[in-house]
């Protein structure tokens, strides 16, 4: 298992101190992204093979939002490894002046190795320094399924380069910040539980297309400019 540890300033949180949802999602796939690189399967090394991560799945059930001046510790672990996706798990605590610990969030993700010239996925055995299972599974709530006859808006969004990572398409965490960003919504949106899935890379300067269900629980999908469907999610909203 890897920790590490993040304090919430200013600038990643809302206008009432909360830590914005994109940004927490953020320092989550951070730190698997470090324990990757110390484990010695990161980006850089995969990027001298030819290869890197994508993220193909992300599932967060939030306890409690963190807010400004919270130290946040982040343990993950590898959970198992199945076919062509690489599972892992986090806990987010709250870490208080006496070192004690406050459960905050839970996530799983699942991950792929792709080819960065043929964009097709890679299998584990062929990467050196194989990413081993660590530990067990975190439970998640399992999340209803979007009603079919769901009215549904739409909204757009071209991609910029503040959205790209260094794999050059559209950064994990952008697309819940252009999901939310599409609400129009001054105060934001904090979720109790999300789960995003990811289909098909966006590259600079194409125009997306936001369609999010108008009731109940908000589904998002996420197409691009040829109709393709790139990324769903559903955001599971607190009881009031």
């Known amino acids: 298992m890897y920790s590490e540890y993040f304090t919430v300033y200013h600038v990643d949180c809302d206008r009432n101190g909360f830590l914005k949802t994109d940004v927490f999602q953020e320092m989550i796939l951070n730190t698997a992204c470090r324990a ?8 850089p090394e995969l990027n001298r093979q030819g290869r890197t991560w994508v993220l193909a799945r992300f599932q967060q059930h939030t306890i409690s939002s963190p807010r400004i001046g919270d130290v946040l510790r982040i343990d ?19 870490v208080s002046g006496d070192d004690e610990l406050t459960l905050m ?3 799983r993700s699942a991950w ?12 584990f055995n062929d990467i050196p320094h194989y990413p081993e299972p660590e530990g067990g599974s ?11 006859n769901a009215d549904t808006v739409t909204s757009t969004h071209r991609v910029v380069y503040s959205d790209l990572d260094q794999n050059g398409h559209c950064n994990s965490s952008r697309y819940l910040q252009i999901m939310i960003n599409s ?3 001054i105060d934001g949106i904090f979720p109790s539980d999300l789960m995003v899935s990811y289909s098909h890379e966006v590259f600079f300067g194409e125009t997306v297309t ?4 108008l009731t109940g629980s908000p589904f998002f999908s996420i197409y691009n400019q040829e109709g393709v469907l790139c990324v769903t999610a559903h955001f599971v909203l607190p009881e009031p």
């Open 36 to 43: 990757a690189e110390i484990g010695g399967f990161g980006i």
């Open 210 to 213: 936001i369609r999010r269900t």
């Open 76 to 94: 993950t672990w590898i959970e198992l490894n199945r076919m062509a996706f690489s599972m892992r798990n986090f806990r987010v605590f709250r």
């Open 183 to 185: 609400l129009d919504d």
């Open 138 to 148: 975190v439970d998640l709530p399992h999340l209803p399924r979007q009603s079919r």
């Open 112 to 123: 792929a190795v792709i080819d960065l010239h043929s964009r097709e996925n890679v299998n």
């Open 105 to 107: 969030a839970e996530a």
